[in-house]
């Protein structure tokens, strides 16, 4: 998989993705026209602050192209380019 810093990552590894409300509700409703739509999303914990946001842990081949991702340490890491 390519990624915008030239890095070469195995789709097989995960990435974790800091998502809002609005988010989870977009992605459920993609699962259900697609069931497979990012099929590895995996919640992780809930940050308590207005509005809550969530981390979830997804494996790099379920991010769109364009989409990025952190570390565990909620370090942004980079995007998917393909």
Do not use: W
Request: aromatic share 12%.
């Amino acid at each position: 998989m390519k990624f915008r810093d030239g890095v070469e990552r195995d789709p097989e590894d995960y990435g974790y993705l800091i998502l809002r409300q609005k988010d989870l509700d977009s992605i459920s409703k993609k699962r259900k026209e697609r069931p497979d739509y990012k099929k590895s999303l995996e919640y992780i914990k809930e940050f308590s602050q207005t509005p809550p946001v969530f981390m979830y842990k997804i494996k790099l081949k379920d991010l769109e192209v364009g989409e990025g991702f952190h570390d565990a340490n909620i370090n942004y890491v980079c995007m998917r380019v393909e």
